[in-house]
């Protein structure tokens, strides 16, 4: 539904739904999404919301569905939207369900950091390195200063008997990172 489409009524529920959020009262929040949910069914607002407010809570099965609603109804509103439900799929352990989910939110965002990451450690948890060292080369691509997607690409390397690639990491690190690549050299027992 257009910006135009939305009622009064809708901007006071959304208001009021934002306020509770600042003031951390969620459980009023999720009513006031259900409410708004109840008047406008697929809004993309109030699905992203309480999807995010029922994550929070542990009720990750809900925050799926609603983040899966959310995908459906509006496929091409937000890499985020992808990324948010990829991300609650990888954490229940539904790899299989979270690599298109990723792969979408690059699609949609080429460079989102963050879900080339997940997609990396998704595609590391399946055994596919293959496929894990391209998403991971993508993640050091966009965030090369953060340790996080090195350390897991040097792993993957290690894991394909790469050992030569997993020292070059190791150098790499030391330039920056000298604590990740220490602990890398105790783990692996390369030395750069």
Do not use: C
């Not at 954490?91 to 298109?100: F, L, S, T, V």
């Not at 965030?143 to 993957?156: E, I, T």
């Amino acid at each position: 539904m257009s910006l135009k489409g939305h009622s009064l009524g809708y901007w006071r529920l959304k208001l009021q739904a934002m306020t509770l959020l600042v003031f951390a009262r969620n459980a009023g929040a999720e009513r006031t999404f259900d409410t708004m949910l109840s008047l406008w069914p697929g809004d993309a607002y109030a699905l992203a919301s309480r999807a995010h407010v029922l994550a929070e809570r542990g009720a990750r099965d809900l925050a799926i569905a609603d983040a899966q609603a959310l995908v459906a109804r509006h496929p091409q509103r937000s890499a985020a939207d992808w990324f948010n439900l990829a991300y609650l799929l990888e954490e229940a352990g539904r790899y299989d369900e979270a690599i298109p989910a990723f792969r979408r939110a690059v699609e949609l965002d080429p460079k989102l950091d963050r879900a080339w990451y997940g997609l990396g450690l998704t595609l590391i948890r399946l055994q596919r390195l293959d496929e894990a060292v391209e998403a991971l080369k993508h993640n050091t691509q966009l965030q090369p200063m953060s340790p996080y997607g090195w350390y897991q690409l040097a792993r993957v390397h290690l894991d394909r008997h790469e050992p030569d690639e997993t020292r070059k990491i190791i150098r790499h690190l030391h330039g920056f990172e000298p604590k990740v690549a220490a602990q890398l050299e105790r783990e692996t027992g390369l030395a750069p």
